[in-house]
């Protein structure tokens, strides 16, 4: 079991840059699988990527790692677009099919990313 915390929202401006982390605390988060997810305003909440797979419209752009030593997840995310806007969550799972969100059993608070034009 393991607890996440995103961070490093903000304001940005379009083409602009911006790097997510998610941090986790508790046992073996080397042995979970983390995955990023987004909720833009008035829409459903959608699968951003993972290390090895990213969703058509970041691919590309956003560029998933993570450290274990660290107990960290990052997003980087560059060539940001006003259509980026949206609250991004990391959630972390241990079995299941990683762009399925109901795969994941542990989810961080969000961190509201807002991309003016």
């Known amino acids: 079991h393991v607890q996440l915390q995103a961070s490093g929202g903000g304001l940005v401006q379009a083409g602009g840059s911006l790097r997510l982390s998610c941090a986790a605390s508790?046992?073996?988060?080397?042995?979970?699988?983390v995955g990023w997810f987004r909720q833009a305003p008035g829409k459903e909440r959608e699968f951003v990527g993972v290390v090895t797979h990213y969703a058509e419209s970041v691919k590309g752009r956003f560029t998933i790692s993570r450290d274990n030593a660290k107990s960290t997840v990052y997003l980087q995310m560059n060539s940001l677009r006003p259509e980026d806007t949206a609250v991004y969550y990391c959630?972390?799972?241990?079995?299941?099919?990683?762009?399925?969100?109901?795969?994941?059993?542990?989810w961080g608070q969000g961190t509201l990313v807002t991309v003016s034009s």
């Open positions: 959630a972390a799972r241990d079995r299941g099919y990683y762009y399925d969100e109901k795969a994941y059993d542990y």
């Open positions: 508790g046992r073996a988060f080397s042995r979970f699988a």
